[in-house]
């Protein structure tokens, strides 16, 4: 079946240290996102990718960065300039232009600072 | 910017009552479509039902439909003959043009069904 794989589930960080989380899709879509969700905010945008090898800037995007190397992946690196790194990361997908017919969503990923 | 509210953080209700949810949103776009998303304890998100702007008629999906009025930017969902299996967050979300650039969500609210 088709669908975005998010790795790990749980990801444990030390302060510092930069941690990568991984999507994978195989639903053949060339717009991927990702966005972080936080107790009581709701789902905010940090990076997205229309095409390879180009992405840009959502709403919270400083400490994190990303690539976009293949179309089935679209890797997240949370730095160590991210200040509250903390979440829950969830990752998307969408056909462009038809990105109104609904986004699929992978399992996400916490993320805990220690 | 477009902006999404959500004014109620959670809502209880008894099995088989009928619940509303309530949405407002801010754009000065006139192409957009509006989302509710669904996410149960599991975390995982599903797409509920969505209303095109271009569209008068509400959209409706089983147990789920939605009032949408537009001059108001209002887009509230209702559940009818609510299930426990109900019982998650419920995100309104917002996209315009073709929806590549991403969704806009509100803050949720958490629905609880009562047995």
């Known amino acids: 079946d088709g669908g975005i794989t998010q790795s790990p589930k749980y990801l444990f960080r030390k302060e510092g240290q930069n941690v990568t989380l991984s999507c994978e899709q195989n639903?053949?879509?060339?717009?991927m996102y990702w966005y972080r969700q936080d107790p009581g905010q709701g789902l905010r945008l940090i990076y997205y990718?229309?095409?390879?090898?180009?992405?840009q800037k959502g709403d919270i995007a400083e400490g994190y960065s990303v690539s976009r190397e293949k179309k089935e992946s679209f890797p997240l690196t949370v730095t160590s300039a991210q200040k509250n790194p903390t979440a829950f990361y969830l990752c998307?997908?969408?056909?462009?232009?038809?990105?109104?017919?609904?986004?699929?969503f992978g399992s996400g990923t916490r993320l805990t600072v220690v | 910017a477009q902006t999404v509210t959500q004014s109620q953080p959670e809502m209880s209700v008894q099995e088989a009552e009928t619940v509303t949810l309530s949405c407002t949103y801010d754009t000065s776009e006139n192409n957009y479509y509006l989302f509710w998303y669904k996410q149960p304890p599991s975390r995982q998100m599903i797409l509920v039902i969505r209303q095109e702007a271009y569209k008068q008629q509400n959209a409706t999906e089983n147990r789920f439909s939605v009032n949408f009025q537009k001059a108001a930017k209002s887009f509230s969902l209702k559940i009818s003959d609510s299930q426990l299996g109900d019982t998650a967050m419920y995100f309104c979300?917002?996209?315009?043009?073709?929806?590549?650039?991403?969704?806009?969500f509100g803050k949720g609210t958490h629905l609880i069904i009562q047995p």
């Open positions: 639903l053949n879509h060339d717009a």
């Open positions: 990718s229309q095409i390879v090898n180009d992405f």
């Open positions: 979300a917002f996209t315009s043009g073709g929806g590549a650039d991403g969704l806009t």
């Open positions: 998307a997908s969408s056909v462009p232009g038809q990105g109104a017919f609904g986004y699929t």
